[in-house]
């Protein structure tokens, strides 16, 4: 068995820079062995910063590397299957950053065409997933800590304008909803641990830009449980999360960009107390590597299987098409 699952970066956006590459690098499970941009001068430069052997000046080049075990792919959200799929027929893993698709139909052809790979790991990238603070949440709220939940609000935004930026982009399905407010319908759905069984949604869209610059919804799932959320580009910057049960609640201070240098806190609040539990500095990325490359080590199970990802992806579709027909989805 190996000892480490060697990776290769498909493209050098800032968030594979800045956050994931040197999570990995940190991972005892990890080694980070190639990098490739469509402008092989900038694979170059990101290579030598972050001491990457080796760089290439085309996707398909670094595909082509038999030294390779893994691919994280965090290009534009229309580049996302199709390069995924691409990985796969040269015998990869693959951690794609999310949303994993464009719509429904997408991600369940690459669950499908996945199927033919079955010796191959493919992961949607939502690292919250493994932060304690999520774990601990999970737990309090199976525990019964605050009585039967009612329902999850949340709330995610930051302001860019930038029509140069990929999320402002029409073209690549840029917008709120994908960018960010797929993690506010993830969190209800990983609480819940089920699926809504319909939807509401409004999205106020950008005259210029031509992305859903607000959008907020409703979501509505068996026995009278609720989520609502609303994600913005184009507001303060803020996050939160409250689960709200009959008997308690959990409110997790900074849900989705946690430090990984910095204590993180949710509160456990009910009628007779208010509690804060701390949790020790953790990068969540590297916990995320961590835990596929066990599943590729191991050969076991992704902890998010693409069924999952395809669930998430037609809560998106919904909201689109509720806030354009103005009416309730089932879905």
């Known amino acids: ?44 430069t990101v290579a030598e910063k972050l ?87 999970y737990a309090l709220v199976k525990s019964g800590a605050i009585g039967k939940v009612k329902t999850i609000q949340s709330f995610f935004s930051y302001f860019n304008i930038d029509p140069d930026n990929i999320r402002n ?7 709120s909803l994908m960018d960010i407010g797929c993690y506010c319908i993830s969190f209800a759905r990983f609480i819940y641990h089920e699926e809504p069984i319909a939807v509401t949604g409004t999205m106020d869209i950008d005259p210029q830009l031509g992305i859903d610059r607000n959008t907020s919804a409703i979501l ?37 960009n946690t430090r990984p240098t910095e204590t993180t806190k949710i509160e456990l609040i009910s009628k007779e107390c208010k509690e804060e539990i701390l949790f020790d500095p953790v990068d969540q990325y590297t916990l995320q590597a961590d835990a596929f490359c066990k599943s590729i080590l191991y050969d076991i199970p992704v902890p998010t299987p693409l069924k999952d990802a395809v669930g998430n992806m037609k809560v998106i579709d919904s909201i689109i098409r509720s806030s354009l027909e103005n009416q309730m989805i089932n879905i």
């Open 51 to 137: 001491h990457i052997d080796k760089y290439y000046g085309s996707y398909d080049e670094l595909l082509k590397d038999p030294e390779i075990d893994a691919i994280y792919n965090p290009l534009p959200n229309s580049m996302h299957v199709p390069w995924t799929i691409k990985a796969m027929e040269a015998g990869k893993h693959v951690l794609c950053e999310k949303p994993i698709g464009i719509n429904a139909n997408e991600v369940g052809l690459l669950e499908t065409i996945s199927q033919k790979y079955s010796q191959l790991k493919v992961m949607e990238a939502f690292m919250y997933r493994f932060h304690p603070q999520w774990q601990k949440a």
């Open 220 to 256: 509505k799932f068996l026995n009278g449980k609720t989520a609502t959320f609303t994600c913005s580009t184009q507001m303060m910057p803020f996050q939160q999360v409250n689960i709200l049960g009959d008997s308690g609640q959990i409110r997790l201070e900074i849900p989705v």
């Open 1 to 44: 068995m190996k000892q480490k699952i060697r990776w290769g970066i498909l493209s050098t956006s800032k968030i594979a820079v800045t956050k994931v590459i040197p999570a990995i690098q940190n991972s005892p499970y990890s080694l980070v062995t190639a990098i490739a941009s469509r402008d092989p001068q900038k694979a170059r």
């Open 169 to 175: 982009k029409t073209d690549v399905h840029g917008g």
